[in-house]
């Protein structure tokens, strides 16, 4: 069964500083997505990484993927307020385990 | 934008009825979710649904479960005789034929049981 671990599960964030979130996964896929969650709402599509070494970025997050290490990380650059949420990450292709989710807050 | 439209936005009903949740997944996709996600917890798969089959079950998706595509564009989800511990979040997900597998999920179900 594929277990997808994430870590840390709560991150308290400065407003203006770096962060990063990272999902580790127990057997060997090619295609990771990230997802943003506000609560009580859905899921919303950050970023499909499909390939050993993608990187994507979009304004303030970035992600990569290592599947020889089995890892993705989702870099925060200078935090601000309304990255505050729950990011989850998925792996898989057919069906999707998710890992446990980080929530985020950012502080002033 | 094309996006998974689901309804209701919350259902409340009384442990042992049954449920039905709806789903109109984008119109060009072909494979077909649910998921569920307890509160605070993390979003778990149920069933894959394709070419108007079941593909994949979890084990959570057992007898009291079932889907189906009656018309073209619903797709259902039925709880025979609701548990307390059905009381979740259940989203419906969908993707088209493509090597990304990305999936589009809708804004969820929110059912309390009692």
């Known amino acids: 069964e594929l277990k997808v671990e994430q870590n840390p599960l709560f991150l308290s964030m400065q407003e203006g500083k770096n962060y990063t979130i990272y999902c580790n996964y127990s057997?060997?896929?090619?295609?990771l997505y990230w997802y943003r969650q506000d609560p009580g709402k859905s899921l919303e599509s950050l970023f499909v990484?499909?390939?050993?070494?993608a990187v994507k970025q979009e304004g303030r997050l970035m992600a990569s993927l290592d599947t020889k290490a089995r890892l993705s990380t989702l870099h925060i650059t200078a935090a601000v307020h309304d990255l505050s949420a729950t990011y989850f990450c998925?792996?898989?292709?057919?069906?999707?385990?998710f890992g446990a989710g980080t929530t985020v807050t950012v502080r002033a | 934008e094309p996006e998974v439209t689901q309804t209701p936005s919350h259902q409340v009903t009384q442990m042992g009825q049954e449920v039905i949740l709806r789903c109109v997944p984008i119109?060009?996709?072909?494979?077909f979710y649910w998921y569920r996600q307890i509160l605070g917890q993390k979003v778990e798969f149920l069933v894959s649904?394709?070419?108007?089959?079941?593909?994949?079950k979890s084990e959570i998706f057992d007898d009291q479960f079932s889907v189906e595509r009656p018309d073209g564009s619903n797709f259902t989800l039925k709880i025979r005789s609701t548990k307390l511990e059905d009381s979740a979040m259940y989203f419906c997900?969908?993707?088209?034929?493509?090597?990304?597998?990305?999936?589009?999920f809708g804004p969820g179900t929110r059912l309390t049981v009692t």
């Open positions: 998925a792996v898989g292709g057919y069906k999707l385990s």
């Open positions: 997900a969908s993707r088209e034929r493509s090597s990304v597998y990305e999936q589009y």
């Open positions: 649904f394709y070419n108007n089959e079941i593909s994949e």
């Open positions: 119109s060009n996709h072909l494979y």
């Open positions: 057997t060997t896929s090619d295609r």
């Open positions: 990484l499909l390939s050993n070494g």
